[in-house]
């Protein structure tokens, strides 16, 4: 589920365990947009700074291969799919956070900018935001998915949490400065529990392998069997990165964070890539977007 540094998954915790959102429709920027527009987003939720309107008219989507969709397209396999993206892509059958406001402000159409990158972790946040507070309009709705690939199970997780926290709190002061209106989701990356992902990679071969090993955050030993010892050491190292989301995220009053609500969130078999299980199927891509989409609270 987890994904080495400069791999390009999304699941840094739990793949191979070394090492914010992208809407549909009209393109995204040419940073890694869907299409051929750009995105931004007017800041909607009442904990959040409000933008130009009720409702964003540009969004743009930060982070790893969680938010471009990677994986996602079974006549693609192991490439960006930004069409699928939960964030900022255009296919109907994931109905992304883009999709949703474009069904209620006809003035984001084709201002879905997706600036993620595959395999970058909090260090490359802050090169996304100069883009995305380089593009026309300005965006007001901010997503951001990281951590995944800050996540190192090598021993010295404890002393990266402060850096990371630091890093983060840099970007953070850096879009509040120059997009002061719109608002920011950080989302609780990586996407469902240690016990839950466990459960349902035990029963696909491709996810169980890719969990499998001798490292402390291994799921499962090299014949398969789960290693419980494993699940809790990677849960504890987990659950204190998203805890230095939510700390500094609560230093900015535009930011929102969606209070592990995307880690929780339960997954089946029909929702993990087949292959090896490090990112979500348009299914489990659907249902992150009605996840966040809940979570921001733009429909009054």
């Known amino acids: 589920m987890f994904a080495t540094v400069g791999i390009p998954r999304a699941r840094t915790g739990r793949l191979v365990l070394v090492a914010v959102l992208c809407a549909l429709l009209a393109s995204c920027s040419a940073a890694g947009g869907t299409g051929s527009g750009t995105a931004t987003t007017t800041a909607p939720a009442s904990t959040a700074g409000q933008a130009s309107g009720q409702y964003p008219n540009a969004i743009v989507v930060l982070g790893h291969s969680g938010?471009?969709?990677?994986?996602?397209?079974?006549?693609?396999?192991?490439?960006?799919?930004?069409?699928?993206?939960?964030?900022?892509?255009?296919?109907?059958?994931?109905?992304?956070?883009?999709?949703?406001?474009?069904?209620?402000?006809?003035?984001?159409?084709?201002?879905?900018?997706?600036?993620?990158?595959?395999?970058?972790?909090?260090?490359?946040?802050?090169?996304?935001?100069?883009?995305?507070?380089?593009?026309?309009?300005?965006?007001e709705l901010f997503l951001i998915q990281s951590v995944d690939n800050d996540i190192r199970c090598d021993g010295t997780d404890a002393s990266n949490y402060a850096p990371f926290a630091a890093t983060l709190t840099d970007v953070l002061k850096k879009i509040t400065v120059g997009a002061p209106k719109a608002k920011i989701l950080i989302v609780s990356s990586p996407w469902a529990t240690v016990d839950n992902y466990g459960q349902v990679a035990t029963r696909l071969p491709g996810p169980r392998a890719a969990n499998?090993?001798?490292?402390?955050?291994?799921?499962?030993?090299?014949?398969?069997?789960?290693?419980?010892?494993?699940?809790?050491?990677?849960?504890?190292?987990?659950?204190?990165?998203?805890?230095?989301?939510?700390?500094?995220?609560?230093?900015?009053?535009?930011?929102?964070?969606?209070?592990?609500?995307?880690?929780?969130?339960?997954?089946?078999?029909?929702?993990?890539?087949?292959?090896?299980?490090?990112?979500?199927?348009?299914?489990?891509?659907?249902?992150?977007?009605?996840?966040?989409?809940?979570?921001?609270?733009?429909?009054?």
């Not at 159409?109 to 490359?124: D, F, I, K, M």
Request: aromatic content about 6%; overall charge negative; proline content about 7%.
């Open 67 to 139: 938010a471009t969709g990677y994986d996602s397209d079974p006549k693609a396999p192991e490439t960006d799919a930004r069409q699928n993206s939960w964030a900022t892509g255009d296919n109907p059958a994931v109905d992304s956070i883009y999709l949703r406001l474009l069904a209620l402000n006809p003035a984001v159409r084709g201002h879905n900018t997706n600036l993620a990158v595959a395999g970058t972790g909090v260090n490359e946040l802050a090169g996304q935001a100069d883009q995305a507070l380089a593009t026309k309009p300005l965006p």
């Open 212 to 300: 499998s090993g001798t490292g402390p955050c291994d799921q499962f030993d090299p014949s398969g069997k789960p290693v419980p010892a494993h699940w809790r050491t990677l849960e504890g190292i987990t659950l204190h990165y998203l805890g230095e989301l939510k700390s500094v995220c609560a230093k900015f009053p535009t930011c929102q964070y969606d209070n592990d609500a995307l880690y929780h969130m339960k997954i089946t078999t029909d929702d993990i890539t087949p292959s090896d299980g490090a990112h979500l199927t348009i299914a489990g891509l659907g249902k992150q977007a009605a996840l966040e989409w809940r979570v921001l609270a733009l429909e009054h």
